[in-house]
């Protein structure tokens, strides 16, 4: 069965320094997404992206966050300037058309 | 805006005992709601969905309903095992395509 793969699943960083994300969505998917998950609190939305453009943001995503899909099958994460409260887990997920959002296993991110 | 609250953890319960993980949403118009699972270490999985009132969502032996006269979607199984042990999370999605997650039940099954 498809499904949506992240890589690394772990990354330790210094705070300052720039994280990139990776996601390989499942490959007939139009909709991707990014959430995070603080340690122990709700998983909470990031951003939402079709088409090449992003759809919506939350509030979390601030000018330190961008998207990208370089290509046909990549779609990324970066943070430019990890602080300490990015520590969290970050998922990806991806859809087709009306169904149901499917998520990848995660990044563990650890900013020191 | 739209919210979800469910049941605070953590639950423990003995193997065979039956579940249920409260969940009540706020939202306007219709929702489509849904149960997703975290095993230890592991990311978000889908466990069932219901699209419209009345819907049944049913996978492993997990049931839940969509009842929009009481705004609820409660989480059951008859009969739950130590491998159901896990991070259980109610969540909608409305029209604006971002799914909304309550905080999570962590659920542990004693043998």
């Known amino acids: 069965e498809p499904e949506v793969t992240q890589t690394p699943s772990h990354q330790v960083t210094q705070m300052g320094q720039e994280v990139i994300l990776r996601c390989v969505p499942i490959?007939?998917?139009?909709?991707f997404y990014w959430y995070r998950q603080i340690l122990g609190q709700k998983v909470e939305f990031l951003v939402s992206f079709y088409n090449n453009e992003i759809s919506e943001k939350s509030e979390i995503f601030d000018d330190q966050f961008s998207v990208e899909r370089p290509d046909g099958s990549n779609f990324t994460l970066k943070i430019r300037s990890t602080k300490l409260e990015d520590s969290a887990m970050y998922f990806c997920?991806?859809?087709?058309?009306?169904?149901?959002?499917?998520f990848g296993p995660g990044t563990r991110l650890l900013v020191l | 805006g739209d919210s979800v609250t469910q049941m605070e953890g953590p639950v423990t319960l003995s193997e065979e005992a039956f579940l249920t993980i409260n969940c009540t949403y706020t939202?306007?118009?219709?929702?489509?709601l849904f149960w997703y699972v975290q095993y230890p270490g592991e990311g978000l999985q889908l466990l069932l969905k219901a699209t419209k009132a009345d819907d049944k969502g049913s996978n492993k032996g997990f049931e839940a309903t969509y009842r929009k006269e009481t705004t609820s979607f409660h989480l059951e199984k008859g009969s739950v095992q130590v491998s159901d042990s896990a991070v259980y999370f109610c969540a909608l999605m409305n029209r604006d395509d971002k799914i909304i997650f309550g905080k999570g039940t962590r659920l542990h099954i004693l043998p």
């Open positions: 997920a991806s859809r087709f058309f009306q169904e149901t959002q499917y």
């Open positions: 490959s007939n998917h139009l909709y």
């Open positions: 939202a306007t118009g219709y929702p489509s």
